[in-house]
């Protein structure tokens, strides 16, 4: 009988998957037969390996692929051909699994999905010469697997990750991690393929997961062994010719200093990068020098087993690695095994066999669960360390002979248990008068393998439940404003009431215990792992909203609404507002607001109010609603100047007055107006003391202080001023200048530079400097922000212009010299932490650029911080546009200004005059 589809919330889900996976090393195609099972869509997903098998790769085809690779010469009808003729081996693979285990492809298959042969994997084009994009291109056309077996079948699931702003592979980090995450234990997956990568699981968290290549696994291995027998020999067996031989270790050190090597994570290659050319002309140079054949394998060998242990050194997690589990072709080569025990004498490391998985299963299981997971339409969850954290589904469907029969199943509404026609609701739901759960998603799953020694394993999220529901943001309203009346309001007046707006409340677990709804707990760790460390960026520990926070959040309605509300409208923003995410995300906002409403009537200082307030407004400022987000931080300027919170007030209080400090200056910053709050009163007695020694979140709060100073400076600085106003304010200019020169020069160690790179062409035309971290680059955007606008105050002559200042040859200098640190900033490093802080700067140090790719790189980013952050850039790339296409807006209105013909001068001066001050 065909296996059983039925999403419904009453019936169980079960499929059977055919995994399959081409490796590097081109040896064959390895193939499983999975059977996930899950009984409803809050329970969890279960997987059991039923038969595993490895089909070896033709040997013509083999040596034509491995031609057309190493040359990198082919033609158009090459290519054609070699994706057919791939596609019927994966097709033979396919039924030569089923025969040889006695199943039926009718009948005990829904699905089959896996990895072509890859031809090219270009993840890191910036170390390849030339203007590239990333790009991947496998062969073993879906099309010809689907009409050959008759089953529907899934590809591309490499591309798709990178359509995601990620590398494309590794893609099983998170497979590994619910296999193995272990509560005490730092474990990792290590596959030696082709290519060499490993999978870190710090102890105790399913989603901390990340993935990245090493570098060459059999690869150089396998084409040292058949350049010496003369293609004979296809790989060294057990590692038996190494054996034998003799490492050169200059040869190693040498090529384990090439780039890629030292690249930082994420990364990943292929044999673009290192192919067997490369491999042959280490060995030629070996032979020349008088080596053996066996001393180059020994030597080629002890690349991989090497640039393995200085990765876990290099990227692994503190501590070291506990457990190493091995699994691909390398892991039977003893001379790199021995290699790690040696240099890692701590690590436990052992076949990953040990728990059930054959040692050349684990890619093609990975495969399966994939292809899994996308006809289901779930994303997996993302790796950290990743560019992108934007979630997906990855993969693509070719429909095979039994696609109706599964389709028919999974559209099923589930409390029907019948045929849906996709209407909202069903016509059939209608019909009966009963609710319809059409569009509910599957929340939590976990996975169960049936092996020995392999249990029952963690939770992890793969989307929340979103039905329909009916819900309208706060936005832009006398609401808005209403809500934070705290002094001396009713809480009938300041209330926003439920019959004027009247929205589904989220059901919250409840306070005191661990949340046990899954949506609610789905948006809480998306808050801990997005929205936290964004608001923690210059905090000290604890990291208050990353830690403390969400404790209250179990204790505290008000905190746990305003955390999943910030959480869900970033979600909803980065899977480009779907409606369901959306509509789920203005639900949890205004539930937010209705009980902040009735909150803020308690007089009494609760620093857990002031942090919801920011929570909240945040919800505000990644769409860019600068009205309501206005209003938000006006009312949270209210409360906090009545309970007395400052910079020096200590716990969540302190955090959160920095973190509004933060806010108001972005929120007023373009606008060219006054702060919601004077720097006068962010600090008891208006000074920020210099501590004897600088570290690094004293000198971050010092960057936010002085940018808040300047900012003032420049916001009530009047048009024109008389000579007696004139001179304490030239001089006030002055002494803002020595403030941020001297903290400039003060900068921590841990500020300096990691790499100065000279500009690159179109795609960066600036010098490209790279910090430590998200953080540390954040802080010297600030401090960069600062220097540009107190350029653009510079002090005129009572007989100048401000637009003749603007227009001299060294205050245009300066002031482009800061724009372009400004901008470069984030182009080079690509910290979502850094992004989420930076559009408001990159749209004052864009509007002075006068090179048309300096224009296109900022704009670049500006996207880019969207489609990772949620963030909406739209109104900075508008009003980017608007400044560089009419630089005399504001003056003369209907004349084009061409960019060539762009006055450095007329920009900075539109840039001085701000929002506030530009004539309608």
């Not at 027998?229 to 010719?241: I, S």
């Not at 224009?855 to 911080?865: D, E, H, S």
């Not at 006055?903 to 530009?918: F, N």
Request: with cysteine.
């Amino acid at each position: 009988m065909p296996s059983a589809l039925n999403y419904s919330g009453g019936s169980p889900l079960s499929l059977k998957v055919i995994g399959h996976n081409a490796g590097t090393s081109m040896d064959g195609v390895d193939l499983v037969h999975v059977h996930f099972t899950q009984d409803s869509p809050r329970t969890p997903l279960k997987m059991q390996l039923l038969h595993y098998g490895e089909f070896p790769m033709p040997k013509k085809l083999k040596a034509r692929v491995m031609k057309l690779i190493k040359e990198n010469k082919t033609t158009p009808e090459e290519m054609a051909i070699v994706n057919i003729q791939l596609g019927e081996v994966i097709t033979d693979a396919v039924k030569w699994f089923a025969q040889k285990n006695n199943f039926s492809l009718a009948s005990d298959v829904d699905l089959i999905g896996g990895q072509g042969q890859t031809i090219w994997h270009l993840p890191l084009p910036e170390l390849f010469e030339g203007n590239q994009s990333r790009a991947h291109l496998d062969m073993g056309e879906i099309a010809i697997i689907a009409a050959g077996t008759g089953v529907t079948s899934l590809g591309n699931f490499r591309v798709s990750d990178m359509a995601l702003g990620r590398q494309g592979c590794p893609l099983f980090a998170a497979l590994d991690s619910l296999l193995l995450s272990h509560p005490t234990l730092n474990r990792a997956v290590q596959n030696i393929g082709g290519i060499a990568n490993f999978s870190i699981l710090p102890r105790g968290a399913v989603e901390e997961c990340y993935d990245f290549d090493t570098g060459p696994g059999n690869v150089f291995i396998d084409a040292a062994v058949r350049y010496f027998t003369n293609g004979q020999q296809e790989y060294d067996k057990d590692g038996a010719m190494g054996q034998k031989g003799k490492v050169d270790q200059s040869v190693v050190d040498r090529v384990l200093q090439g780039p890629y090597f030292v690249h930082d994570i994420p990364k990943t290659t292929g044999r673009e990068t290192f192919g067997d050319r490369m491999a042959e002309d280490i060995c030629d140079e070996m032979l020349a020098r008088g080596a053996t054949p066996e001393d180059c394998v020994a030597t080629i060998t002890r690349i991989t087993a090497q640039s393995l242990a200085d990765a876990y050194e290099r990227w692994g997690p503190p501590g070291g690695v506990d457990e190493i589990y091995m699994g691909g072709g390398g892991s039977y080569n003893s001379n790199i095994i021995n290699y790690l025990k040696e240099r890692m004498p701590n690590t436990r490391i052992v076949p990953i066999s040990e728990i059930g998985i054959p040692i050349g299963a684990k890619e093609a299981l990975g495969f399966a669960l994939l292809t899994h997971e996308c006809f289901v339409g779930r994303p997996m969850i993302v790796p950290k360390r990743t560019e992108s954290d934007r979630p997906g589904v990855v993969g693509q469907i070719q429909p095979g002979k039994n696609m109706y029969r599964i389709r028919q199943h999974v559209a099923q509404c589930r409390k029907s248990h019948a045929k849906c026609d996709q209407s909202r609701p069903c016509a059939l739901c209608k019909r009966r008068g009963i609710e319809c759960s059409l569009c509910q998603d599957v929340t939590f799953t976990a996975l169960e393998f049936k092996a020995p020694a392999a249990g029952f394993l963690k939770d992890f999220v793969s989307k929340p439940v979103g039905g329909p529901v009916t819900a309208t943001f706060v936005d832009e309203t006398e609401e808005v404003a209403d809500l934070y009346q705290v002094t001396n309001a009713s809480l009938e007046a300041s209330s926003v009431s439920s019959d004027e707006h009247p929205t589904p409340r989220p059901v919250l677990s409840s306070h005191g215990c661990p949340v046990t709804d899954a949506t609610d707990a789905f948006f809480l760790w998306r808050y801990i792992d997005f929205i936290g460390p964004r608001f923690d960026m210059f905090d000290d520990a604890p990291r208050y909203f990353s830690t403390v926070v969400p404790q209250l959040a179990l204790n505290d309605p008000l905190v746990l609404l305003a955390c999943v509300a910030v959480a869900a409208r970033q979600y909803s923003l980065v899977n480009d507002q779907q409606q369901h995410n959306h509509e789920q995300a203005l639900t949890y906002y205004n539930a937010a607001i209705h009980l902040l409403s009735k909150r803020l009537q308690d007089s009494g200082p609760d620093p857990a109010v002031f942090a919801s307030c920011l929570l909240i407004a945040h919800c505000e400022m990644v769409e860019s609603k600068a009205t309501a987000w206005d209003l938000h931080l006006k009312g949270t300027g209210d409360l906090l100047k009545m309970h007395g919170w400052h910079g020096m007030s200590g716990g969540l209080a302190q955090a959160s007055f920095w973190i509004y400090c933060r806010m108001i200056i972005l929120a007023s910053l373009c606008a060219g107006k006054p702060a919601a709050l004077e720097p006068k009163e962010w600090i008891p007695g208006d000074v920020f003391s210099d501590p004897p020694t600088w570290t690094l979140k004293p000198w971050q709060k010092k960057v936010v202080f002085l940018l808040g100073m300047v900012h003032d400076f420049w916001s009530r600085t009047p048009d024109d001023m008389d000579q007696h106003a004139k001179q304490p304010h030239d001089a006030r200019w002055k002494e803002l200048e020595a403030e941020l020169i001297r903290l400039q020069c003060q900068a921590p160690a841990v500020c300096s530079p990691i790499s100065i790179l000279p500009p690159n062409g179109e795609d960066n035309p600036f010098q490209s400097v790279r910090y430590l971290n998200g953080p540390v680059a954040a802080a010297w955007q600030m401090l960069h922000t600062a220097f540009l606008i107190l350029t653009i105050c510079t002090p005129s002559s009572q007989a100048s212009s401000r637009l003749s200042v603007l227009s001299s040859p060294d205050v245009s200098r300066r002031a482009q010299m800061y724009a372009h640190q400004i901008v470069a900033n984030s182009l080079v490093n690509r910290c979502t932490i850094a992004w989420a802080n930076a559009v408001q700067l990159l749209t004052i140090a864009g509007q002075c650029l006068v090179v048309d790719a300096e224009r296109n790189a900022c704009i670049r980013v500006l996207r880019g911080i969207q489609q990772q952050t949620g963030w909406n850039t739209r109104a900075s790339i508008d009003r980017l546009g608007a400044a560089w296409e009419n630089g005399w807006r504001y003056e003369f209105r209907g004349r084009h200004s061409a960019v060539g013909q762009v006055d450095a001068g007329k920009l900075l001066y539109h840039v001085w005059l701000g929002e506030e001050r530009s004539p309608s």
